[in-house]
C-alpha cells in the first residue's frame, strides 16, 4: 500500500481510504447501502489495517451517527492506537428536527465537531469535511468557524465536498485573505464513467495543491459488471433501488465492452480493473472504497496490486473520455501556433 501526501501537507494517507457508510443500521435515506452489525465493522477494518490502509472516511449523517460510532468503536475494539489512525468526516446534514441542527452555520459546526468527537471516542479529527454547500451560510462564517475547530485543537484539516469550481476557488480565497485555515482537501464523485471532475476541478486541484479523493468510484456499483445496459440487475442490489450516483447506461455499456475482456486477462474483476485505472490517475491521492463483505474489500484492495499495461489504459481512456465542450475544446485549439515556437 502506498502512502500519499493530503494534499500541501505533510500528513500521509494510504492510496485506499476505507469508507464507513455501510456501517449501518440499514435504515434512513442511506438504507439501500446495506446494513452491517459490530463484528463485521470490526472485521473490515482489520483487513484494512492488515494490508496497509491507514485512511477513514465517515460522515456524520450517515444513519444518523450510527457510522462515526460504529468506526470509534471499531478502532477501540482492535486495539489500534489513535496515531496510527487519519479519521476523516462530514458535516452539514440534517441531525436533528429543529432548523440549527443541518448547515455549515458558526453554531451547527461548533456543536456537530463536539458530537462527532463524542462518536467516534477521539480527541481530534484528522480531516473535518463540509460535505457539500449551505445556500443559508456565508462561507465566510463556515471558514472562520472551521478554523476556530482547527485553534482549538479539535480538527487537524480541513476538506470539502461536492463544491463546483468557482466556490473552491472562492474558498481558498477568503481563507487566505482572512489568514484562516485552508481547505486541503476535495471529496467528489469520480469513476470511469462519471469523469466531469476532469473539466474544471481537476486543474484547480492541481493547481492549488489539493488532494483529490474519490468517492463512489464503481459509481454506486455500475462498474462491479452485475448490471446490464439498461441498469437492471440483480435482485436486492444497490442500484435497483437507489440509481446514485447517475449513470449514462449507454457510456456504461460501451465502457463495460472494453473492461471485461481486460479484467479477464488479468483473472480480475471488472471491479478492480476500474479500481486500479483510477489509482494510476496521478492527481488522484486516495480512493474511498466501501464493502459489505470481506470478499468484496479484499477484491477492491487488490487493485493496488494490479498493474495495467500502457494500450489497457489507452483503451480505457479512450472509451470513457468525456464529450468535448466549450471553453474547453478552444483553449486546446488557441495556443497551437504559439506552441510551435518552442518546438
Not at 167 to 186: H, T
Request: aromatic residues 6%; contains cysteine; glycine residues 8%.
Amino acid at each position: 500500500m502506498r502512502m500519499k501526501k493530503l494534499g500541501n501537507t505533510g500528513l500521509l494517507v494510504s492510496e485506499i481510504c476505507l469508507g464507513t457508510m455501510t456501517f449501518s443500521d440499514g435504515g434512513g435515506r442511506w438504507a439501500a447501502v446495506g446494513k452491517m452489525d459490530q463484528p463485521t465493522a470490526d472485521g473490515l477494518i482489520r483487513e484494512a489495517v492488515d494490508r496497509g490502509v491507514n485512511f477513514y472516511d465517515t460522515a456524520n449523517v450517515y444513519s444518523s451517527g450510527i457510522s462515526e460510532s460504529m468506526l470509534g468503536q471499531g478502532l477501540k475494539n482492535l486495539g489500534i492506537p489513535r496515531e496510527q489512525s487519519v479519521i476523516a468526516t462530514k458535516v452539514l446534514g440534517e441531525m436533528g428536527p429543529t432548523a440549527n441542527e443541518s448547515g455549515l452555520s458558526r453554531v451547527h459546526i461548533m456543536n456537530a465537531v463536539d458530537a462527532s468527537l463524542q462518536r467516534l471516542q477521539v480527541d481530534y479529527i484528522d480531516l473535518y469535511q463540509i460535505h457539500g454547500r449551505d445556500p443559508h451560510t456565508p462561507l465566510e462564517e463556515t471558514l472562520d468557524a472551521l478554523d476556530a475547530c482547527v485553534r482549538a485543537g479539535k480538527v487537524r484539516y480541513i476538506g470539502l465536498c461536492n463544491l463546483p469550481a468557482w466556490e473552491i476557488a472562492k474558498a481558498l480565497w477568503i481563507s487566505d485573505k482572512r489568514n484562516l485555515a485552508s481547505f486541503s482537501s476535495v471529496q467528489a464523485y469520480y469513476s470511469l464513467v462519471g469523469r466531469e471532475l476532469e473539466r474544471d476541478i481537476v486543474p484547480l486541484a492541481i493547481d492549488q495543491q489539493l488532494a483529490i479523493l474519490p468517492w463512489s468510484p464503481l459509481a454506486g456499483g455500475a462498474l462491479t459488471g452485475k448490471y446490464s445496459s439498461d441498469g437492471s440487475g440483480p435482485a436486492g442490489s444497490r442500484r435497483t433501488t437507489f440509481n446514485f450516483p447517475p449513470v449514462d447506461n449507454a457510456r456504461l455499456s460501451q465502457l463495460l465492452e472494453v473492461l471485461r475482456p481486460i479484467a479477464q486477462a488479468h483473472d480480475a474483476t471488472v471491479a478492480r480493473v476500474a479500481l486500479a485505472w483510477l489509482l494510476k490517475q496521478a492527481h488522484v491521492t486516495s480512493v474511498i472504497i466501501g464493502a459489505k463483505t470481506e470478499e468484496q474489500l479484499l477484491d477492491n484492495l487488490g487493485a493496488v496490486d494490479l498493474n495495467l499495461t500502457a494500450e489497457e489504459l489507452q483503451r480505457l481512456d479512450e472509451v470513457s473520455d468525456l464529450p468535448s465542450e466549450y471553453p474547453g475544446w478552444m483553449l486546446a485549439f488557441q495556443p497551437i501556433e504559439r506552441l510551435k515556437l518552442t518546438e
